[in-house]
């Protein structure tokens, strides 16, 4: 055997450079997969049964007025930052979860915090209120308390943000899951973008997109909605809507926006409802439902960009289609998916996939003439 010239050599080092990049992007597409992944696991991991644990043992607590001093406010603060003047340093951050608290006021002498979470006290909806009058608040969590509604009223003063530089209006991330709410009217934050309810009692949703204009991801999970009207939010670009008892799809064409729909656990029998505004959309979790026929999902194909397609535990699947036939068939129907459930879609499935289409439109063209003849 010959040695290898110094080009060849260069050659091979270069192919052995592609497959190499090859392997990196097919990876990085697999992690962003994985990325979805959590958030459709979300509320079936630890994370849940520790929240849920959790919002249990508050009925444990004494019903005590538990009030936050300001020594222990004080020890509740980190993050060290300048404040939006710019002329002075504040802590930014207040961490007062998990203790038992019913009375919050004292934060609201902190007037810099931009982060404050509450979680896992007794706080009702009143007593939530008394963060209304800090100014640069951007992200509040008040997860597993007694809150029942998420208007946070500000005090008689503050009712108009416009005439009142001090109400808040800098909100950008609210999170009140695992709460006792039953109505979503009320908020009124217009740089609101991400907002969590989780968990609730919502059967259904009322928000104005006159206001939340800026809302970006919304979060219903585990909640008692029958269907998604009333949820018309053209920024909106995520959509969590897992573990409800939705039968029906209504008002997507108003989210043209609309990136990323999580529907897993919920009661669709039938995918109607799903039109060609939705341009955006690329990643549609449906697990877990109530589809009775694999042609329900020939509907999808108004979606001009869905990418990923999650169908699982579905009553259409029967074992044998678990394997690998209903990925072939999902593929004949929606060619462009690059992603059916946990795994990637393969040249070799896309190719079967041709050859099957064109086995169903043979076998059609030939019943179709069989009817003329007779």
Same mark, same amino acid.
């Given at each position: 055997?010959?040695?290898?010239?110094?080009?060849?050599?260069?050659?091979?080092?270069?192919?052995?450079?592609?497959?190499?990049?090859?392997?990196?992007?097919?990876?990085?597409?697999?992690?962003?997969?994985?990325?979805?992944?959590?958030?459709?696991?979300?509320?079936?991991?630890?994370?849940?049964?520790?929240?849920?644990?959790?919002? +249990?043992?508050?009925?444990?607590?004494?019903? &005590?007025?538990?009030?936050?001093?300001?020594?222990?406010?004080?020890?509740?603060?980190?993050?060290?930052?300048?404040?939006?003047?710019?002329?002075?340093?504040?802590?930014?951050?207040?961490?007062?979860?998990?203790?038992?608290?019913?009375?919050?006021?004292?934060?609201?002498?902190?007037?810099?915090? #931009?982060?404050?979470?509450?979680?896992?006290?007794?706080?009702?909806?009143?007593?939530?209120?008394?963060?209304?009058?800090?100014?640069?608040?951007?992200?509040?969590?008040?997860?597993?308390?007694?809150?029942?509604?998420?208007?946070?009223? %500000?005090? %008689?003063?503050?009712?108009?943000?416009?005439?009142?530089?001090?109400?808040?209006?800098?909100?950008?991330?609210?999170?009140?899951?695992?709460?006792?709410?039953? &109505?979503?009217?009320?908020?009124?934050?217009?740089?609101?973008?991400?907002?969590?309810?989780?968990?609730?009692?919502?059967?259904?949703?009322?928000?104005? %997109?006159?206001?939340?204009?800026?809302?970006?991801?919304?979060?219903?999970?585990?909640?008692?909605?029958?269907?998604?009207?009333?949820?018309?939010? %053209?920024?909106?670009?995520?959509?969590?809507?897992?573990?409800?008892? +939705?039968?029906?799809?209504?008002?997507?064409?108003?989210?043209?926006?609309?990136?990323?729909?999580?529907?897993?656990?919920?009661?669709?029998?039938?995918?109607?409802?799903?039109?060609?505004?939705?341009?955006?959309?690329?990643?549609?979790?449906?697990?877990?439902?109530?589809?009775? #026929?694999?042609?329900?999902?020939?509907?999808?194909?108004?979606?001009?960009?869905?990418?990923?397609?999650?169908?699982?535990?579905?009553?259409?699947?029967?074992?044998?289609?678990?394997?690998?036939?209903?990925? #072939?068939? +999902?593929?004949?129907?929606?060619?462009?998916?690059?992603?059916?459930?946990?795994?990637?879609?393969?040249?070799?499935? #896309?190719?079967?996939?041709?050859?099957?289409?064109?086995?169903?439109?043979?076998?059609?063209?030939?019943?179709?003439?069989?009817?003329?003849?007779?």
């Amino acid at each position: 055997m010959e040695d290898k010239t110094y080009d060849e050599e260069k050659a091979e080092e270069k192919l052995e450079e592609e497959d190499l990049a090859e392997k990196e992007d097919l990876a990085e597409e697999e992690d962003l997969a994985e990325e979805e992944d959590l958030a459709e696991e979300k509320d079936y991991g630890e994370e849940a049964q520790s929240e849920y644990k959790s919002m +249990i043992s508050l009925d444990e607590v004494e019903r &005590d007025t538990r009030v936050l001093t300001h020594a222990e406010a004080g020890e509740c603060l980190h993050n060290l930052g300048k404040c939006i003047t710019l002329y002075e340093y504040a802590y930014l951050n207040l961490d007062a979860s998990d203790r038992g608290l019913t009375d919050i006021s004292m934060i609201a002498s902190f007037k810099h915090v #931009r982060y404050v979470n509450v979680s896992g006290n007794r706080l009702t909806s009143e007593a939530l209120c008394a963060l209304e009058t800090i100014p640069y608040l951007q992200t509040l969590r008040a997860d597993r308390n007694c809150l029942t509604s998420v208007e946070l009223k %500000p005090m %008689p003063y503050l009712q108009n943000s416009s005439r009142n530089p001090t109400c808040n209006k800098y909100i950008l991330e609210l999170t009140l899951n695992w709460n006792k709410i039953t &109505d979503t009217s009320g908020i009124r934050h217009k740089s609101l973008e991400r907002l969590e309810l989780n968990h609730n009692d919502i059967h259904t949703v009322n928000v104005d %997109p006159q206001i939340l204009v800026n809302l970006r991801i919304l979060e219903l999970r585990g909640n008692a909605l029958i269907s998604t009207a009333g949820i018309c939010c %053209p920024s909106l670009t995520r959509l969590f809507l897992a573990e409800n008892q +939705i039968e029906k799809i209504e008002n997507l064409e108003v989210l043209v926006n609309l990136t990323t729909l999580h529907l897993r656990s919920n009661k669709l029998a039938n995918l109607d409802g799903f039109t060609e505004q939705c341009r955006s959309l690329n990643y549609v979790n449906l697990r877990d439902n109530e589809l009775p #026929r694999i042609s329900e999902v020939k509907k999808l194909d108004c979606l001009p960009n869905l990418e990923t397609l999650i169908v699982l535990g579905n009553p259409f699947l029967s074992e044998e289609e678990e394997e690998k036939e209903y990925r #072939r068939i +999902i593929l004949t129907m929606l060619p462009k998916l690059k992603r059916i459930d946990k795994d990637l879609v393969l040249d070799q499935e #896309r190719n079967e996939a041709k050859v099957l289409l064109k086995q169903i439109q043979k076998s059609k063209s030939k019943f179709e003439d069989s009817d003329l003849r007779d």
